[in-house]
Each structure stands twice: as structure tokens, then as C-alpha cells.
């Protein structure tokens, strides 16, 4: 998967009935400014059923986004069919080829990154990060969701402040969106 120097976002599901997306709020300008630290990078989508977050460039972000709200009309609310519709549309057109970002899909029963390399994979585990920090809240995630009672959003934002503590592309001005 290609590093995006953007941001760190992670979900997590501990069961059906619980299920949670987070990620920091740091927008950075090439490599040396920090443009906004309180950005909102993870929505609730599809009639509050399905969480979606994104790492990368945010105009593209928001441009996937939109097109994957209406691949889940597109497919009755069927997550794995939508993102791999995307995923397709990702890697064929023209226009899409050339957005840099990843997307993290969520519902009560699927966990799914989609990447503009027209993956769609759906992970071992029930976590998964991405992002310029997302390898560290993926470690922190594994520990926490294996050796500890914690629950989804607990974990989500365990993670992420554990992320923002060593990632420079990272902060902890945390948002997180549950089902």
C-alpha cells in the first residue's frame, strides 16, 4: 500500500454491536506545515449504517467519498459489492487514477481498505489503520484488542493518541464515528 504522509486513521469492531472509526485531526501542507489541526476525516454514510475514513489528500478524499456513497445506492447498502465497485471505477478512470488516498469502510459486519491500486482488502483482523501513522495504531490496536477488555472506541482512541505520540503527520485532536 502506498505511505501517505497525511494522517493516521484506525477502525476497530469488537462484536456487531460494536464498531467504531477514528482519526486525528492534522492537515499538513508538504512535508514542513501544519495547515489545520482539527479536521474531521471520518463520516457516517449510507443512512448512518456504514463508517468511512480517509488518508490523503482531502479534496480527493471527499471526491471518494461522494462516489462511494453512491456505489452503496448503487448496491442496496451491500459494502464488500459498493467497494469494489469503487475500487474498479478507482482504476479505470482517468480522472480517478489520479487521486491519492485510502479509504477505510466500515459496517456492522465488514472491514474493508480500498485502494486507489483498485485493492479492496478485507483484513485478518478486526482493526486496521492507515495512514502516515497508521502502522503505529495498527500495533497499538493489535496490543490493546488482544490483551485488553477495551471496547472499540476505547481502542480506536487509545490508538490514535499512542500514533499521535510518535508520528510527526499525526496529532490528537481525535474524531470517531460508532454504529
Not at 480500498?114 to 500495533?139: K, L, R, W
Request: a negative charge; aromatic letters at 6%; glycine letters at 8%.
Amino acid at each position: 500500500m502506498e505511505q501517505l504522509h497525511a494522517t493516521t486513521i484506525v477502525a476497530v469492531r469488537r462484536g456487531p454491536d460494536d464498531v467504531c472509526i477514528g482519526g486525528d485531526g492534522q492537515v499538513t501542507m508538504g512535508q514542513t506545515a501544519i495547515m489545520k489541526n482539527s479536521a474531521k476525516k471520518v463520516r457516517k454514510i449510507y443512512r448512518n449504517k456504514v463508517l468511512a475514513g480517509f488518508a490523503g489528500s482531502v479534496a480527493d478524499a471527499f471526491t471518494l467519498t461522494e462516489r462511494f456513497e453512491k456505489c452503496l445506492e448503487e448496491h442496496g447498502g451491500n459494502l464488500k459489492r459498493a467497494a469494489v465497485a469503487l475500487a474498479q471505477q478507482w482504476r479505470s478512470e482517468k480522472v480517478m487514477r489520479n487521486l491519492e488516498a485510502l479509504m477505510i469502510v466500515a459496517d456492522r459486519e465488514t472491514l474493508l481498505v480500498i485502494s486507489g491500486n483498485g485493492e479492496v482488502i478485507d483484513p485478518d483482523e478486526d482493526f486496521v489503520a492507515i495512514g502516515s501513522g497508521g502502522n503505529f495504531a495498527y500495533a497499538a490496536a493489535n496490543a490493546l484488542c488482544h490483551h485488553t477488555d477495551m471496547n472499540a472506541e476505547e481502542v480506536v482512541r487509545e490508538s490514535l493518541r499512542i500514533a499521535s505520540s510518535i508520528c510527526v503527520y499525526t496529532n490528537d485532536h481525535i474524531s470517531v464515528e460508532k454504529l
